[in-house]
Each structure stands twice: as structure tokens, then as C-alpha cells.
């Protein structure tokens, strides 16, 4: 069992930090990484320890000796869907179709984003890959249009067919075929996202089995990443940014371990930033973690208080996002920075399918 204070709060004097601006550091382009290492836990582990202010620099491989007994690793399973699809107008001109997010019902109505010469007209069709046939509704928020489609077949086993994986903006390339395995998950499982969960893209099934033999609990929760991952802040203030909603679903089972392990001392490891805002969010009164599904718009930055997550697996994020700010309310502005400057400096690769970092 691990000692733990019941609540770890940053310095409170960076609660004041309100401006994008106090969230950036200088990134050269080429420590972006465009592809995926060749083997998924050959990437580089950076610790940071908020206790004794420690950097580490080390190999992913090494993450099970941070673990012991009793410890409790929530993961997010969710699924990228193929989101991308492409097309023409009635008219012929060229259209690409993002899927966003499926509206409630039995029909294949989707929120999406297009991208054409010109905006698609309510009554418009498009023509896409594998047959299918996209038909625009009224009533979407600009810039999102409100698609309806058809095709002779299942439309979901037609797009895990047909559709292009969505590679995030920075990764200045098209998807090749091995995007559709690499850019998932080992454990992924539930189809709605269209962004990885992307600390999960360096577990392997041995990492996870080591843990398990450590006497690690590994448990599931779902919250299908949106395209809000990539926003930045956009307000001067931070207090006035609003989240993307996205939907998320805790098993009874995930939050019945979840609670007795923090009755018991022992430390919760959020697997990502998505895992990260799930358990803090669905949380009652008293703090225990509450079984169901539902939708966060949790925006956590500094001045934020943890109540469940002891220890946050996490990639590197980009300058004045929503996620650099997040790992900032968790371990402190100014050391999460510094570690990042030792991370540029030590050559780490950064975002989706770069290098990683644990903070305890």
C-alpha cells in the first residue's frame, strides 16, 4: 500500500495562470512525429515525480517497475471509426466528408464536417466511396452540416471498409494501411471515436500482462474522443473556453474497483488525458465514481482539484491546448514545462505517435 494525501493539489499560486499564453514552449518541427515507431513500447518514458520534483528519462519497457501491488490502471477503450470519407457533388466537384458524431436514433444521421469548393446546400447529395450516398439535412450548427447516408449494405461495415483513418492535423501526411492498426489501441474496442486515446498507443499485450502479474488491476472505461482535442483555446481568459461535449460510459464493474482502491489507500493510474477528465467528471458528492454513461465537457486546468486520479500516463500535447493544460493542473505549470524543455532537448518525439510521459 502507498501513503497518499487524500487530495494533491498544485501550487495554488498558478490557479491565477488564466491566459493560453502562460501554456507554450518552443517545439522544433522536425521532433514531430509523423510515424508510429517501429514496435508500439520501443518509445522513450519520461518521469516526473511531483513529490521530490524528479526528471527521469528512460524506456516505455521500464513503466511496470513504477507500478506495485494493489495499484489500479484505468484505460479508455474506445475505437477510432474510419471517419473520412470521399465523394462528388450531383454536379461533380470533389468532396470530403469528416464524421464528428452520430445523432441519437435507429437512421444513419451523422454531425459532420465537409470540405468542398462550395458550401453544400440542405437537399444536396453526395456521392461516396463504397456506394454510399450522403444526404444533407437542415439544422447543424455552421460549420457542421447534418448528414444523412444510405448504401446498399451495413453502413458501419461499409465505412470500416471504405473510410480513411483521421490522422490529427500535425501529422503532415496521408494514412497508409498501417494507420488503420497503429493509430488504434491494443485494447481498443468500442467503435466512436475519431482521435486516438493516444498514451494507449504504446501498451503492448506483454506490458499489459506483466502488469496483471504485478498484481495490477486493469480496468475499462469508454469516452469516444472528438475533434475538441484539437481546438485550441481560443479565449484570452481561460475560465471563458467551453469543451466539446463527448460521451462517455463507466462499467459498474471499473467503478466499484475504482472506489475501494481509493478507500484503501491505493493509487489510481489515469491512462490518458480522456481517462483523466472521465473520472474526475463523473464523480457524486462525496467523490465516489459513478457507474453509467453520460456525456463531459470537463475542462480541467490549473486550480483544479484531482479527487481520483493519483498517477496520469500521458503523451506530450501541443502549445496552449486544452490537454498541456490539464497535465499542467496535475503536476504544476512551471514543472510540467520544464520537463518538456528537457524533452526538447533530449530529442523526445512529440504528440500522437511520439514518446511518453508518466507523472507519479
Keep these: 500500500m502507498v501513503d497518499l494525501d487524500p487530495v494533491f493539489r498544485t501550487d495554488s499560486s498558478e490557479a491565477h495562470r488564466s491566459s493560453p499564453d502562460d501554456y507554450t514552449f518552443d517545439l522544433p ?73 452520430r445523432n441519437a436514433g435507429d437512421a444513419e444521421e451523422w454531425i459532420c464536417l465537409t470540405r468542398c469548393s462550395k458550401p453544400l446546400r440542405t437537399g444536396a ?18 460549420p457542421y452540416r447534418h448528414l444523412r447516408f444510405e448504401c446498399p449494405g451495413n453502413f458501419q461495415e461499409t465505412l470500416e471498409r471504405v473510410g480513411r483513418i483521421p490522422l ?84 459498474e464493474s471499473t467503478a466499484e474497483a475504482v472506489n475501494r482502491a481509493k ?36 475542462f480541467i486546468y490549473p486550480g483544479f482539484r484531482f479527487r481520483v486520479v493519483d498517477a496520469l500516463i500521458t503523451n506530450f500535447h501541443l502549445s496552449r491546448s486544452t490537454l498541456l493544460m490539464l497535465v499542467s493542473a496535475f503536476a504544476g505549470r512551471d514543472f510540467v514545462l520544464e520537463g518538456y524543455r528537457r524533452a526538447v532537448e533530449e530529442r523526445f518525439r512529440f504528440f500522437s505517435y511520439g514518446d511518453c510521459m508518466l507523472i507519479l
Design 168 to 251: 490529427p492535423p500535425y501529422i503532415r501526411r496521408e494514412p497508409d494501411p498501417a494507420d488503420r492498426e497503429r493509430y488504434q489501441t491494443v485494447f481498443a474496442s468500442t467503435p466512436g471515436a475519431v482521435a486516438a486515446p493516444t498514451a494507449g498507443l504504446h501498451f503492448t499485450p506483454e506490458i499489459l500482462s506483466a502488469l496483471r502479474q504485478k498484481g495490477v488491476a486493469i480496468l475499462p472505461l469508454t469516452l469516444h474522443v472528438g475533434l475538441g482535442t484539437f481546438l485550441p483555446v481560443r479565449t484570452d481568459d481561460l475560465r471563458e473556453h467551453r469543451m466539446h461535449s463527448e460521451t462517455y460510459y463507466i462499467p
Design 29 to 101: 518541427e522536425e521532433l514531430i512525429a509523423q510515424h508510429p515507431r517501429v514496435d508500439r513500447d520501443a518509445s522513450r518514458l519520461m518521469v516526473l515525480d511531483r513529490v521530490d520534483r524528479s526528471i527521469d528519462v528512460g524506456s516505455f519497457r521500464q513503466i511496470v517497475e513504477h507500478f506495485v501491488p494493489g495499484d489500479v490502471l484505468v484505460l479508455n477503450d474506445t475505437r477510432v471509426i474510419p471517419a473520412r470519407l470521399l465523394g462528388r457533388k450531383d454536379s461533380g466537384g470533389r468532396v470530403e466528408v469528416f464524421l464528428v458524431r
Design 263 to 298: 478507500s484503501e489507500g491505493r493509487r489510481v493510474f489515469a491512462l490518458g488525458t480522456t481517462t483523466t477528465r472521465t473520472l474526475e467528471f463523473a464523480l457524486d458528492d462525496s467523490g465516489r465514481l459513478l457507474a453509467g454513461e453520460g456525456s463531459t465537457d470537463l
Design 125 to 142: 447529395r453526395v456521392l461516396l466511396e463504397g456506394g454510399i450516398v450522403a444526404t444533407v439535412l437542415p439544422e447543424a450548427e455552421p
